[in-house]
């Protein structure tokens, strides 16, 4: 079972960064579907990046590309989101997920839908003020 544990979380004014980092322990790191959703008060659990640890591609959707980036560091089992030019509306818990891939090449990663992450983190909150 992989373990999930975020942190980087805080309050930022409008058009200010924070970086986000999801620690997994318990799986092979460079083969797992791994994504970044986020919560709102309200509001449903939605996506804001997919990706396979074991490739260089991610899927964002239309409301954050251009504005947040993932990264990761392999030696450190370690999954960043970069998020700049933050909104008021990108207030939300965030969430790292993550779960193993059918596909060898990880294809099945992206698109995935949330039900079919197995391991989530505890959240962390993400505040943007104007």
């Known amino acids: 079972q992989v373990r999930l544990v975020e942190s980087g979380g805080g309050s930022v004014q409008v058009g200010g960064s924070l970086r986000l980092s999801c620690v997994s322990s318990g799986g092979i790191f460079k083969h797992l579907c791994m994504g970044w959703f986020r919560q709102a008060p309200g509001k449903e659990r939605e996506g804001v990046a997919q990706?396979?640890?074991?490739?260089?591609?991610?899927a964002y959707p239309g409301s954050v590309r251009g504005r947040f980036t993932t990264s990761q560091d392999n030696a450190k089992n370690t999954l960043y989101l970069q998020m700049d030019s933050l909104k008021p509306e990108d207030t939300a818990i965030y969430y790292c997920a993550a779960t193993i891939p059918t596909a060898s090449s990880g294809g099945d990663c992206y698109g995935l839908p949330l039900a079919q992450y197995s391991s989530w983190g505890q959240g962390t909150q993400v505040t943007v003020s104007s």
């Open positions: 990706l396979y640890t074991g490739s260089t591609g991610t």
